[in-house]
């Protein structure tokens, strides 16, 4: 029996938008993300205005800066905070970008773009068949020759190099993430405690880690198959020291 999906997920708890500005706003600089907006301009071949869909878009920094070069590009997060601060950042560009409020495993766009992208750490929330509905839904959602960007974590590496305390600490507050992973689900649990003025928050998080060959499986049976694969936004080439996939896929 197929498993049930509940289209409204709310998020916010996880990726709660004041928190993540306050702890890593500073290192989302502007340089990095021209660097990643070229790449995607690059690999995914819009030299012309295209119709692009930004699965997981968070606070739109990417969406945002494609539109700034014409193309048509819709945002989804099912996070309505980071939603809001899209939709101002664009206003204050005036620029023209749907942001939307909804869940990836459920959208229902049927060849409305020519492109599609999911990235840093949106893909991987869910259980696995959930997960692969996220990429039937972008395959759904591209047209016969649309191209998609999937950026996430590549477990050889993630493992290789495995932290299970990191802290990070801004004026006297802190982010303590406590990680373990499971191998037999492949499951990166994330017990993270927020302490800021004061008060403690705990946010613990679940994200699945796939080696090369499983994506590979889940974009095939998809209906996309990959063309390139790159270990960085550089465009260096994907090893097995390599932290993330950068993956470009095209439906068939």
Request: glycine residues 6%.
């Amino acid at each position: 029996m197929a498993e049930s999906i509940e289209c409204k997920t709310d998020l916010t708890g996880l990726f709660d938008e004041d928190d993540y500005m306050y702890f890593y706003g500073e290192e989302i600089t502007e340089k990095r993300a021209d660097e990643v907006v070229q790449f995607l301009i690059d690999e995914l071949e819009m030299s012309k205005p295209m119709s692009i869909l930004d699965v997981g878009c968070r606070y739109g920094r990417y969406s945002i800066k494609l539109a700034e070069r014409g193309h048509h590009v819709t945002g989804l997060d099912n996070v309505e905070g980071f939603l809001n601060q899209a939709r101002q950042n664009a206003q204050e560009m005036n620029l023209k970008v749907n942001f939307l409020n909804k869940d990836m495993r459920c959208i229902e766009y049927n060849g409305e773009f020519d492109r599609a992208m999911v990235m840093f750490t949106g893909f991987g929330n869910y259980t696995d068949d959930q997960n692969l509905e996220v990429l039937k839904n972008v395959s759904k959602s591209l047209d016969n020759s649309g191209l998609f960007c999937l950026d996430t974590f590549s477990r050889d590496a993630f493992l290789k190099e495995f932290i299970p305390y990191f802290v990070l600490e801004k004026n006297e507050d802190l982010l303590i993430d406590r990680n373990t992973f499971d191998p037999k689900t492949g499951r990166l649990i994330n017990n993270r405690i927020i302490i800021r003025d004061g008060k403690r928050k705990d946010t613990p998080s679940v994200i699945r880690l796939y080696y090369y060959n499983e994506i590979e499986r889940m974009l095939h049976e998809a209906g996309m198959v990959i063309e390139k694969i790159f270990g960085g936004w550089d465009k260096s080439p994907f090893t097995k020291d390599s932290k993330g996939m950068k993956i470009i896929a095209k439906k068939f």
